[in-house]
């Protein structure tokens, strides 16, 4: 069982709907990450957060740690929103290593 | 420069040769580290650099992956002998410290295919 597990593998929406893709890992944690990748393209954080609640824009994430569990949601989504979403936690233990999801693939029709 | 570079973007290589992937961090980022992301395995930890020094070589799959940082800036990471399960896109990131509240900005990748 991977550390990190991050439903659904693929997610397809209608423009405008609310996405919401999830991540659960297994290890204590001092930081999870959000990450996203567009086809062919460089990866790009999107959140860092370690408890509560982040919002940037359309997009939110929270995290609950006594659950183990963290959510990256989207709201209006729109095709630009198309590419992996990857989530990533840094665990308790280490203070830089990362592991990774596998990542979620989000096309939004237009 | 503005962020993370890495070069080559693509390099396609035959088995058996010896390669080098370069990364220029974003400057004043004293931390670096390597990750590999192959096709159906996700993203993987290769190596971090604190400075000059690599106090984590732990991800490294084999002893014909080593990597190498000068001047607590440019790191090189090398494949000898290169394999085609070694075909993957690795990708660079840095970030000021090591300290858990610092944010990872990663590099374009270099897309190694190996034939």
């Known amino acids: 069982k991977n550390e990190v597990e991050q439903s659904p593998q693929n997610l397809t929406a209608q423009e405008g709907e609310f996405i919401t893709i999830n991540c659960s890992y297994s290890v204590g944690i001092s930081a999870l990450h959000w990450l996203q990748q567009h086809p062919g393209g460089g990866i790009v954080s999107l959140f860092m957060l370690s408890s509560g609640k982040k919002k940037h824009g359309r997009l939110i994430a929270t995290i609950n740690i006594q659950e183990k569990h963290s959510s990256l949601h989207i709201t209006a989504s729109h095709p630009r929103d198309s590419a992996v979403y990857i989530c990533a936690v840094r665990s308790g233990g280490s203070n830089y290593k990362l592991t990774f999801g596998k990542g979620t693939l989000l096309t939004v029709n237009p | 420069g503005a962020g993370v570079s890495q070069s080559p973007s693509n390099k396609v290589t035959e088995k058996g040769k010896d390669v080098e992937l370069r990364c220029d961090p974003i400057?004043?980022?004293?931390?670096l580290y390597w990750y590999r992301q192959s096709l159906g395995q996700g993203l993987e930890f290769l190596i971090y650099f604190q400075g000059n020094s690599a106090p984590d070589k732990s991800g490294l799959p084999s002893d014909r992956f080593s990597a190498e940082r000068t001047g607590g800036s440019v790191s090189t990471l090398t494949i000898q002998r290169t394999q085609q399960e070694d075909s993957a896109v690795y990708l660079c990131?840095?970030?000021?410290?090591?300290?858990?509240?610092?944010?990872?900005?990663f590099g374009p990748g270099t897309r190694l295919t190996v034939l």
């Open positions: 400057s004043g980022h004293t931390a």
């Open positions: 990131a840095s970030s000021l410290a090591e300290a858990s509240y610092n944010e990872q900005f």
